[in-house]
């Protein structure tokens, strides 16, 4: 099993539906640094991905840039919703 931080459960928590960076510091009160490390290390477990900037078309292919993320949306991977469903089930 993946080991998962709790600032990185807080995180993955709020990514159900497709978040900015900003979103996710307001609701979680995180420093932004803080949460860009850990994005990266979500994205790295394959937890959540990117899918897309704010304000524009999901389904379009784009590139982003981890040093350039505030309007860019994540959103938690099934494996990542599998990580969340065991948080609130306990199993």
């Given amino acids: ?5 709790l600032p990185q459960k807080s995180i993955l928590d709020r ?10 510091q307001e609701e ?6 803080e949460i860009k490390d850990d994005i990266m290390q979500l994205l790295h477990m394959g937890l959540i991905k990117a899918v897309g900037f704010h304000q524009k078309d999901l389904k379009k292919m784009f590139f982003y840039d981890l040093d350039q993320v505030d309007g860019c949306l994540f959103q938690a991977t099934p494996k990542g919703l599998k990580i969340i469903k065991q948080v609130i089930t306990g199993s």
Wanted: cysteine-free; aromatic content about 4%; hydrophobic content about 45%.
């Fill in 28 to 33: 979680t009160g995180m420093q932004k640094g």
């Fill in 1 to 5: 099993m993946l080991k998962v931080t």
């Fill in 15 to 24: 990514l159900i539906f497709p978040e900015t960076i900003t979103t996710i």
